[in-house]
């Protein structure tokens, strides 16, 4: 059945016990997939989440020119054989669905001297523009023209440059550093983003033989090297925050104990500080992290900003837990105007939150109360489906196909630490 007809239903369950295994980012494997545009012969990504969103990329780079052959329960491994006969053109059908499709810009520009892209889609967050990305590649030498939908970006060579963002994007970050991995001379990027999925594809270009100083830092530096010096590599995908997120989230409303394995802790400071504050038991452990989580947790206040702040994916995660914590938090979105939607589906499990532009007042209720609700993205998805598991009675959630564009077998992860949830 198509996923979106889909639903997950979700009963009140005991604290969930016991270990959960976090698979590798969506945020970094599509990344990664798209980073192979850049050199010929056959790479191999193991930890590769089973993700609607890496099939899709996949059928984006098989229509560029790059086949895959993915063994999810292998190790979650992926072979991508980039063959050299590349096709620099994007098609709306698969853009329109990820916003990462955005990411072979800079590798297609970079490699092939041209790229026809068209608009990226993905989550409706309000309006997502790129002219960070096109002003970054301009300044490296790039022209641009808008037919129709399409943008047509030109360029013989690109050559380094200084760009200073003012904003630290993730995916401009992403498509300058790629574009300038061939581009002649040295290329600076000042205010980059540096989540733990850049350090990962800072990391795999480096290992392909890319020259790049600064990984997981503000500033990088990109020397660039000639095409032939890059050549495929084996590289194993950073594990997912967001989804360890989930599965602390899923341990806190039901006041249980878990283990996620493959969790990061170095990742995920900022959010596992102040899980703490609101009465969670964190230990960091040599695989992972171990959450004990109390009777009721206790309400912040919080504000989502880029790495190493709190992560805007985290956020519905958190107001979740707040809409049943004790007092009163007061949560600022800085990212995405329009990332408040999952309010009113939360409302209709009992929830007590206002919302007011960019920030939400949630007032902690004793006890949620089952009811139909819809997924509205990825993200929020996860967090209904988690405030489900705190919820009396049983919650339908509908909208299922955005929760398997981002999360690995949500439900059977969570059905085998004790919850009572089922797709059908
Ligand atoms: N922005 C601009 N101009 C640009 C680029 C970005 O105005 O040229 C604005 C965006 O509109 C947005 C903000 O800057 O308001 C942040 O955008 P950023 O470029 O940092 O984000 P992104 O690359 O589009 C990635 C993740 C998102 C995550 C954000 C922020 C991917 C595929 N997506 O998006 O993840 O929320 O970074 O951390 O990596 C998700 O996984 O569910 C998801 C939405």
């Known amino acids: 059945?198509?996923?979106?007809?889909?639903?997950?239903v979700v009963r009140h369950a005991g604290p969930l016990r016991g270990e959960v295994t976090v698979p590798g980012a969506k945020n970094s494997v599509l990344k990664l997939m798209a980073a192979t545009l850049l050199t010929d012969g056959v790479t191999t990504l193991t930890n590769v989440p089973d993700i609607a969103d890496v099939a899709i990329m996949g059928d984006l780079l098989?229509?560029?020119?790059?086949?895959?052959?993915?063994?999810?329960?292998?190790?979650?491994?992926?072979?991508?054989?980039n063959g050299g006969q590349i096709t620099p053109v994007a098609p709306y059908e698969?853009?329109?669905?990820?916003?990462?499709?955005?990411?072979?810009?800079?590798?297609?520009?970079?490699?092939?001297?041209?790229?026809?892209?068209?608009?990226?889609?993905?989550?409706?967050?309000?309006?997502?523009p790129i002219d960070m990305h096109?002003?970054?590649?301009?300044?490296?030498?790039a022209t641009f023209e808008l037919r129709k939908g399409d943008v047509v970006a030109r360029a013989e060579r690109l050559h380094g440059a200084n760009i200073t963002f003012e904003f630290p994007s993730v995916g401009a970050t992403e498509n300058i550093l790629t574009a300038a991995v061939f581009a002649k001379g040295t290329t600076v990027?000042?205010?980059?983003?540096r989540e733990p999925e850049i350090s990962d594809l800072c990391n795999y270009l480096v290992a392909m033989?890319?020259?790049i100083e600064g990984g997981g830092s503000s500033t990088l530096v990109i020397h660039g090297v000639e095409r032939d010096s890059l050549r495929p590599v084996t590289h194993e995908v950073v594990p997912d925050r967001i989804q360890a997120a989930t599965y602390i989230a899923a341990a806190a409303v039901t006041g249980g104990e878990v283990v996620v394995i493959n969790a990061r802790p170095e990742h995920m400071e900022m959010p596992l500080r102040r899980f703490a504050e609101m009465g969670l038991t964190i230990t960091p452990q040599t695989n992972g992290i171990a959450v004990w989580a109390p009777e009721r947790m206790r309400s912040i206040d919080f504000a989502t900003l880029p790495y190493p702040g709190i992560a805007t994916d985290y956020k519905p995660l958190i107001v979740t837990m707040l809409s049943i914590a004790s007092g009163v938090g007061i949560v600022t979105e800085n990212l995405y105007p329009g990332r408040f939607r999952y309010v009113e589906e939360l409302l209709r499990l009992g929830a007590d939150i206002s919302t007011d532009g960019h920030h939400a007042v949630v007032r902690g209720v004793a006890q949620l109360s089952g009811a139909p609700v819809r997924a509205p993205d990825i993200r929020a998805g996860a967090a209904l489906v988690i405030a489900g598991l705190a919820a009396e009675g049983e919650t339908v959630i509908s909208g299922v196909d955005h929760i398997d564009r981002g999360y690995d077998d949500l439900v059977g992860r969570l059905a085998r630490l004790g919850a009572d949830i089922s797709r059908r």
């Open 1 to 8: 059945m198509d996923s979106g007809a889909e639903v997950i």
């Open 62 to 81: 098989a229509a560029i020119g790059v086949g895959w052959d993915w063994h999810p329960t292998d190790r979650g491994t992926l072979v991508l054989t």
């Open 94 to 128: 698969l853009v329109e669905r990820i916003r990462a499709s955005i990411n072979v810009l800079g590798p297609l520009l970079t490699r092939c001297g041209t790229v026809t892209l068209s608009l990226p889609g993905g989550d409706d967050f309000g309006s997502r």
């Open 134 to 141: 096109l002003a970054g590649l301009e300044a490296m030498g």
């Open 189 to 193: 990027i000042d205010n980059a983003a």
């Open 209 to 211: 033989g890319a020259d």
